[in-house]
């Protein structure tokens, strides 16, 4: 976890604040219990920002977007229905704790940018790719979206590290 | 929380979805991909006319599809 320590009543944010004998730590212990860990990016780091076709696929979010940014996700993401070749289908991913989608445009329904994800991080989406439609769809846990999750044409959406 | 012009931006993309779903299938999709695409969409209108930032905003064709 990216947890914080408060210092004189305020968090330490940065992603090494804590040091000893002028080394910083990853890690902080306290009895043998981790208490603290350093943030793997700055906060409001934008991590990544990818853009799907209708008629397209999921293959390189899958692949090289999550071989990039692994520790933005919890595990890799997969196809959930249909697969590369289909038609229609749909691939899964959640998002680790800290980081949350902070754009999100569909070509015909428009644009979600107004970063109320930032503090209700992790969760679980859905892409949807069709022949003629995309989008991006909230399933749970993390914050909502305010564009709906299938729109003519591409969609884009991004991931930003908020470490909350 | 999104600021007037957002949400009224929002407000645009849920009335498209609306008439999208009012006026039915395209011809040029096919049955099952409309099926994952409505669905989809009506899902999203489920969670979406009950957020925290609409104001004055006429939800009623909205629940004349979910209700």
Known sequence: MAGDIYFNGSALTGQHDTYFNGVAMDNVYLDGAKIWTRHPYAIGTQIFNVSFSAGGNMDSFIGSTYDSYPLAFTARPSYYSGSSGSLDKTCRFTLADGFYVSYYNQAELGTDSDGAGAANTGGTYSIYIGGTVSGLSHVSGGGGLSIAGSGNNGHSFKVTYSGQ | ?67
């Open chain 2, 1 to 67: 929380m999104p600021t007037a012009e957002q949400i009224a931006h929002y407000y645009e993309g849920l009335c498209k979805v609306v008439d999208n779903i009012n006026a039915g299938k395209p011809d040029d999709i096919i049955q099952a991909s409309w099926d994952i695409h409505s669905s989809t969409n009506i899902a999203w209108l489920r969670t979406i006319v009950d957020a925290d930032f609409w104001t004055d905003e006429d939800m009623t064709a909205v629940h004349l599809i979910i209700d």
